[in-house]
């Protein structure tokens, strides 16, 4: 599909460079960047920039760049729907274990939104700086409600948690696209025992070839219209996080950090985890891809 919004010479050439990058040639990639950027492509000079760097950090091994990502263009108007969102789902839940809960920018509005909150509340979250940034957002609020925190990701929180530990909600914004389907499809299954409802707010993807001529024009085309979001912070943004999930998607040398799918996809994931009463609901249009809102009902309730 065409994307009339963005420059097409800009979409040509960035198509070209992550092209070239997915094949592993990352100086023609640069080059190609190059010749973006010199008219006027944000994400030219993005990967211009990123591809010329001999030392790249992980996606989160700068928290600073994803809180800064998070935080502004599109993200201020998505993350406003997915607290209001997350925040009708809290009355009559005693438990509530949020999964990839960042930094708390989703969580802790809905817990004020809330008519109620629940008392007890776990936090699954890998990256130290981000957990210790939501603990302390959430001890601002003083609300009642006990927090245990918990440093690692779903699947091993799972695999550690005692066997009888149950909870009334989960909810996971945006996070479980972080891990491969296989491993999301066991922790998925494991949660479908021991939740009574789950929550999960995710992006509608588009079912598109890895590698094909589709899927490197339209990430060429999201990723300019993203960059053009942000204004100061855009190259903390885009070196810090947004350049290593895209080439991350593409090319042998960056470390994939996520899966995403259609909404589609992500329904029959989790019914197919043993959850019931599976629905998906669209929540906004987003530069990258619309936002969808899921629920379903645990295996046991």
């Known amino acids: 599909m065409t ?14 460079s992550l092209r070239a990058a997915g094949r592993g040639s990352l100086d023609e990639a640069a080059t190609l960047a190059d010749r973006s950027a010199d008219i006027g492509s944000l994400l ?9 760097t ?3 950090d992980g996606v989160y091994d700068r928290p600073g760049a994803f809180e800064a990502f998070i935080a502004g263009g599109g993200n201020v108007d998505l993350y406003r729907r997915t607290s209001a969102a997350l925040a009708r789902s809290y009355p009559g839940a005693g438990s509530l274990l949020d999964i990839g809960c960042g930094n708390g920018l989703a969580l802790v509005p809905a817990l004020r939104q809330s ?20 603990l302390a957002a959430l001890t601002a609020t003083a609300l009642p409600i006990r927090i245990t925190a918990w440093r690692m990701g779903l699947n091993p929180f799972l695999d550690s948690a005692p066997a009888t530990q ?14 491969e389907p296989g491993p999301r499809s066991a922790a998925l299954r494991q949660l479908a025992q021991r939740v009574d409802r789950l929550v999960i707010i995710d992006f509608d993807v ?18 300019e219209r993203g ?30 950090t996520n899966w995403e799918h259609t909404a589609e996809f ?17 929540l906004t249009d987003y530069w990258s891809a619309p936002a969808f809102h899921l629920t379903a009902d645990g295996a046991a309730r």
């Not at 009339?4 to 960035?14: G, K, P």
């Not at 588009?206 to 990723?223: I, M, N, Q, T």
């Not at 992500?266 to 669209?282: E, H, I, L, M, S």
């Open 166 to 179: 149950r909870w009334d909600l989960a909810q996971s914004t945006f996070a479980l696209q972080s891990i």
């Open 44 to 52: 030219g000079v993005a990967l211009s920039t990123y591809l010329r």
């Open 3 to 16: 994307d009339t919004t963005v420059d097409q010479r800009f979409v040509e050439l960035n198509t070209q």
């Open 266 to 282: 992500w329904r029959a994931q989790v019914a197919d985890a043993g959850f019931r009463n599976v629905t998906v609901r669209p």
């Open 206 to 223: 588009p079912d598109e070839k890895a590698g094909s001529a589709e899927h490197l024009r339209g990430l060429a085309a999201r990723y």
């Open 115 to 134: 008519a109620t909150v629940p008392p007890e509340l776990d936090l699954v979250e890998p990256g130290q700086d981000l957990l210790d940034h939501a």
């Open 54 to 56: 001999s030392e790249h």
């Open 227 to 256: 960059l053009a979001e942000y204004d100061d912070t855009r190259d903390l943004v885009a070196q810090g996080f947004l350049m290593p999930v895209l080439l991350g998607q593409i090319t042998p040398t960056t470390p994939r």
